[in-house]
């Protein structure tokens, strides 16, 4: 079975500045990895994903994630934040291989700072 | 277009009520998916249905009842809910359920149920 951990229940930066979700997974086979985005009640919003390829995906809004395999990890990254980026963000992630449903991290609240 | 909408936004209702939400896609999917959200918790999958048929059913209570009528419409027929079962439901559709480049799926905006 695959799984997801977003070590991080909060992270918190000021506008501007480079921001970091950290997110790292589990799965037996080929791991399919997404990133969504939730804003206050309101549904999920998809950012990116990572099938194969390049390791760096660019996704909405300015977002991109590195796929480390070694690391197990694909953290969303974005150069400048916004204060609008201010949200809840989900880390998922599917196995390819064994053919296994979408599951979720925790997710991470995300706060920009004026 | 990637719009999943969904109905009503909110609803409120007693234990021995029955109600019903509903989902609608026009973007030719192929997948639709039932999910539960508790506050600051991340969405948890209830049912799969992949061409119409229901593919999965993770463990729900019977008193969730979910139905595809066609490729473009799910709903989820609500019955003898508990207080326990308040929560933000989530509509979400996919082209297909499995393909590596098919698979991604689009939320709607959820229907907040508060059973009272």
């Known amino acids: 079975a695959q799984s997801v951990a977003q070590p991080e229940d909060q992270v918190n930066v000021a506008e501007g500045n480079p921001l970091t979700v950290k997110c790292t997974y589990s799965?037996?086979?080929?791991?399919?990895l997404f990133w969504y985005v939730q804003y206050p009640n309101r549904g999920l919003q998809f950012l990116l994903k990572?099938?194969?390829?390049?390791?760096l995906v660019k996704g909405s809004y300015g977002f991109e994630a590195e796929f480390n395999k070694s690391q197990t990890s694909f953290h969303l990254k974005k150069p400048s934040a916004l204060v609008s980026d201010s949200a809840l963000y989900f880390c998922?992630?599917?196995?390819?291989?064994?053919?296994?449903?979408?599951?979720f991290g925790a997710g991470t609240r995300l706060t920009v700072k004026p | 277009d990637t719009e999943v909408t969904q109905t009503p936004k909110h609803l409120v209702m007693g234990m021995t009520n029955k109600k019903s939400l509903k989902c609608e896609q026009h973007?030719?999917?192929?997948?639709m998916y039932w999910y539960k959200q508790k506050a600051k918790k991340p969405p948890e999958l209830m049912f799969v249905?992949?061409?119409?048929?229901?593919?999965i059913n993770e463990s729900v209570p019977s008193r969730f009842s979910p139905e595809c009528p066609n490729s473009s419409l799910l709903n989820l027929h609500l019955h003898a809910l508990q207080p326990e079962d308040s929560a933000l439901y989530l509509c979400?559709?996919?082209?297909?359920?499995?393909?590596?480049?098919?698979?991604?799926?689009?939320f709607g905006p959820g229907t907040r149920l508060t059973v009272l």
């Open positions: 979400a559709s996919s082209q297909d359920r499995r393909g590596p480049n098919t698979d991604t799926q689009y």
């Open positions: 799965v037996s086979g080929n791991p399919y």
């Open positions: 990572y099938i194969t390829g390049d390791n």
């Open positions: 998922a992630v599917r196995d390819g291989y064994n053919n296994n449903d979408m599951r």
């Open positions: 973007m030719g999917h192929r997948a």
């Open positions: 249905y992949s061409y119409e048929k229901l593919s």
